[in-house]
């Protein structure tokens, strides 16, 4: 059992996407983000710099940054960062698709599992830890793609289990200076002591390197859009990523639980981007040294209240960061030519308490409440001289509490109707939260309500929809160098439709679809009152067909459809809506050829769209990172 797993049976009174291992495995995968797609209202904006994470949009979020907005676990481990280029940042390349077992994305603040980042959701991925297996995936593609995952997992004597993954990745990109490789390595042992305790030990080590061609101009992409920009030189990015973790469980009883657990995580990232600064074009070298250190206690059983029984968790946990932060612009080829603006060391110290119960009170109702408390600590020093003027001091302790409501009625045996209330927060960013003259400022508050809806209307259809309001509180601006206020608020609205169909034995058509409102409703500049949120399009559209002619032959067409998205606050800047075109054959090769095996072949962006995966705008120019051409993959997954 990892953090959380005990929450399984009570989630269904939040709007939980979940992805199991028959999912993931579906066609292959050389990223997890693949599956976002497939979340109502999710999407992802790849900025196609080789090495650095995609930004994440989920519930009206979107301006967090390489995903900051939303929180990302990996067997309880944190993946996100609490000072880097954005606060939250989380890279899910460290992750090899073929080692999951089970993804859960949760759609607002609903989780008490994370505190910070978890305003729009969480992301939590576990890995395999049962099973005998060997299974593989291979595949390659246009643009020198090559992607190789292996997963093996032993049952062996006395009880014990191994789970082994490894994955290596690598191509040469559609636009010049593109090339890219990784390697990960991952494994799991687990120890059966006696009949009531088992220990385990998983470690992960990740290495990655790429060069990137950075963003073009808006007129450059019209006129070359697989094309680079001759002043970018030298930009790419450089990672080691290592974790390591102790669990220890104890049944206390036939229904109750103790789950210890510490880990340790080290990482060294180095990222040069190049983008417009002032007059001219620059490029800035960015370096972060990180070291975690994590400890908890999950206790977790059943019992009855009033003769109806009642699922509870309770958990603490204390987790400290330390990251060794520089910063240089102006640098030639990722040569420096002046002083560090930041040479600094940050610790963000955490301690969280959470609990959450499930109760039954009747046949037909379902309750959930949950309560997060988190407290923070920390403080920032000086490494080097600094050119910057960010202040860098202790950090004032912040505290915050979140409770989490839920209700799910079943109205009948084909209609189940829920009904939520959640609270999250986000810390200052940056190094506002180390300045002692922002020592007054609070956290930004997000609350959240929701109403949905599951119907299964006949055994060929399934259709679940969300609305769901989240407000925001003590937004935070900058008032001058190292000065921050709490000035600004937001309102979310949205609404969420998963559907699926099965007209007959041969088709599966799943449509996810979500609509979003995001609007400034307090500023400081009065202009900006009614605009909406940067960063986030107006919906996202997954159609997905399956068609089984035979037995052995499944075809795919996948048609993405993404709005049009706003690019500054003001609104006068809009990135165009885009959608294309994905499709696929699979076969599954006879049993006398091979066990569990089949090819796939797929047309990514069939119809070669030209589109802008993102566009943004900085130094007041329109800056585009291009989509993906069309591209051809042949893929082959087999087991032995």
Not at 419 to 431: C, E, K, N, T, V
């Given at each position: 059992m990892v953090k959380g797993q005990a929450l399984d049976?009570?989630?269904?009174?939040?709007?939980?996407?979940?992805?199991?291992?028959?999912?993931?495995?579906?066609?292959?995968?050389?990223?997890?983000?693949?599956?976002?797609?497939?979340?109502?209202?999710?999407?992802?904006?790849?900025?196609?710099?080789?090495?650095?994470?995609?930004?994440?949009?989920?519930?009206?979020?979107?301006?967090?940054?390489?995903?900051?907005?939303?929180?990302?676990?990996?067997?309880?481990?944190?993946?996100?960062?609490?000072?880097?280029?954005?606060?939250?940042?989380?890279?899910?390349?460290?992750?090899?698709?073929?080692?999951?077992?089970?993804?859960?994305?949760?759609?607002?603040?609903?989780?008490?599992?994370?505190?910070?980042?978890?305003?729009?959701?969480?992301?939590?991925?576990?890995?395999?830890?049962?099973?005998?297996?060997?299974?593989?995936?291979?595949?390659?593609?246009?643009?020198?793609?090559?992607?190789?995952?292996?997963?093996?997992?032993?049952?062996?004597?006395?009880?014990?289990?191994?789970?082994?993954?490894?994955?290596?990745?690598?191509?040469?990109?559609?636009?010049?200076?593109?090339?890219?490789?990784?390697s990960t390595l991952s494994g799991t042992w687990k120890h059966h002591v006696h009949e009531k305790l088992d220990i385990s030990l998983s470690g992960r080590w990740h290495e990655a390197r790429g060069d990137s061609p950075g963003y073009l101009t808006e007129a450059q992409w019209r006129q070359d859009p697989q094309g680079k920009d001759s002043r970018v030189v030298g930009?790419?990015?450089?990672?080691?990523?290592?974790?390591?973790?102790?669990?220890?469980?104890?049944?206390?009883?036939?229904?109750?639980?103790?789950?210890?657990?510490?880990?340790?995580?080290?990482?060294?990232?180095?990222?040069w981007f190049t983008r417009p600064r002032s007059a001219t074009w620059m490029q800035r070298e960015e370096r972060y040294d990180r070291s975690v250190l994590g400890a908890g206690l999950n206790l977790s059983g059943k019992s009855l209240l009033s003769a109806r029984e009642l699922n509870w968790m309770l958990g603490l946990e204390q987790v400290r960061e330390s990251t060794d932060y520089g910063y240089w612009d102006g640098l030639l080829d990722r040569r420096r030519t002046g002083p560090a603006l930041s040479d600094r060391n940050t610790r963000l110290d955490n301690t969280a308490i959470y609990g959450q119960a499930g109760w039954q009170p009747t046949a037909w109702l379902q309750t959930t409440a949950a309560l997060r408390w988190d407290?923070?600590?920390?403080?920032?020093?000086?490494?080097?001289?600094?050119?910057?003027?960010?202040?860098?001091?202790?950090?004032?302790?912040?505290?915050?509490?979140?409770?989490?409501?839920?209700?799910?009625?079943?109205?009948?045996?084909?209609?189940?109707?829920?009904?939520?209330?959640?609270?999250?927060?986000?810390?200052?960013?940056?190094?506002?939260?180390?300045?002692?003259?922002?020592?007054?400022?609070?956290?930004?508050?997000?609350?959240?309500?929701?109403?949905?809806v599951e119907w299964k209307p006949s055994a060929h259809w399934l259709i679940d929809a969300s609305l769901y309001r989240i407000s925001s509180s003590h937004e935070i601006r900058n008032t001058a160098p190292g000065e921050y206020e709490n000035l600004g608020a937001t309102v979310r609205k949205g609404a969420e439709l998963q559907l699926h169909w099965l007209p007959s034995r041969n088709w599966h058509v799943e449509w996810a679809y979500g609509h979003n409102r995001s609007e400034v409703t307090q500023n400081a500049d009065a202009a900006?009152?009614?605009?909406?949120?940067?960063?986030?399009?107006?919906?996202?559209?997954?159609?997905?067909?399956?068609?089984?002619?035979?037995?052995?032959?499944?075809?795919?067409?996948?048609?993405?459809?993404?709005?049009?998205?706003?690019?500054?606050?003001?609104?006068?800047?809009w990135a165009g809506s885009y959608r294309w075109l994905d499709l696929g054959l699979q076969y599954r090769l006879p049993a006398s050829l091979a066990r569990n095996a089949s090819l796939s072949l797929w047309l990514r962006n069939a119809t070669n769209t030209r589109y802008a995966s993102t566009t943004t705008m900085i130094a007041g120019q329109r800056l585009v990172a291009p989509g993906a051409p069309r591209s051809v993959q042949l893929g082959l997954q087999f087991s032995l």
């Open positions: 049976e009570a989630q269904r009174a939040f709007s939980v996407t979940e992805f199991r291992r028959d999912e993931i495995r579906e066609q292959p995968r050389q990223e997890v983000e693949s599956l976002w797609s497939q979340v109502p209202g999710m999407h992802v904006n790849h900025y196609q710099l080789s090495g650095v994470a995609n930004g994440l949009v989920l519930r009206g979020f979107g301006g967090g940054g390489h995903g900051g907005d939303v929180a990302a676990t990996l067997d309880g481990i944190p993946l996100n960062e609490a000072m880097s280029h954005a606060d939250g940042y989380f890279d899910l390349n460290v992750v090899v698709p073929l080692e999951l077992d089970k993804v859960n994305v949760y759609r607002g603040p609903v989780s008490v599992l994370q505190g910070n980042y978890n305003r729009a959701g969480l992301l939590e991925m576990r890995t395999r830890r049962s099973g005998s297996y060997a299974e593989f995936d291979v595949s390659a593609g246009s643009h020198g793609m090559f992607d190789a995952q292996s997963a093996l997992g032993r049952e062996l004597e006395g009880g014990d289990q191994l789970n082994l993954a490894t994955q290596h990745a690598r191509g040469d990109g559609a636009r010049p200076a593109s090339r890219h490789e990784r930009d790419g990015a450089n990672k080691h990523f290592g974790t390591l973790r102790l669990d220890a469980q104890y049944a206390l009883d036939a229904d109750t639980r103790l789950l210890g657990f510490v880990y340790g995580t080290q990482q060294d990232f180095v990222r407290h923070f600590d920390g403080r920032c020093r000086l490494l080097g001289a600094e050119a910057g003027g960010d202040e860098c001091n202790r950090m004032q302790g912040r505290s915050h509490a979140g409770p989490k409501l839920g209700a799910l009625a079943h109205l009948n045996a084909r209609t189940a109707v829920r009904a939520s209330w959640s609270q999250g927060f986000a810390l200052p960013s940056d190094f506002a939260k180390y300045a002692l003259r922002n020592s007054d400022l609070h956290a930004n508050i997000f609350r959240q309500s929701e109403l949905g900006l009152l009614g605009r909406r949120v940067v960063a986030v399009p107006e919906y996202t559209s997954t159609l997905h067909a399956r068609w089984m002619p035979r037995s052995d032959v499944t075809l795919h067409g996948v048609l993405r459809h993404v709005g049009r998205a706003p690019i500054n606050a003001s609104n006068t800047e």
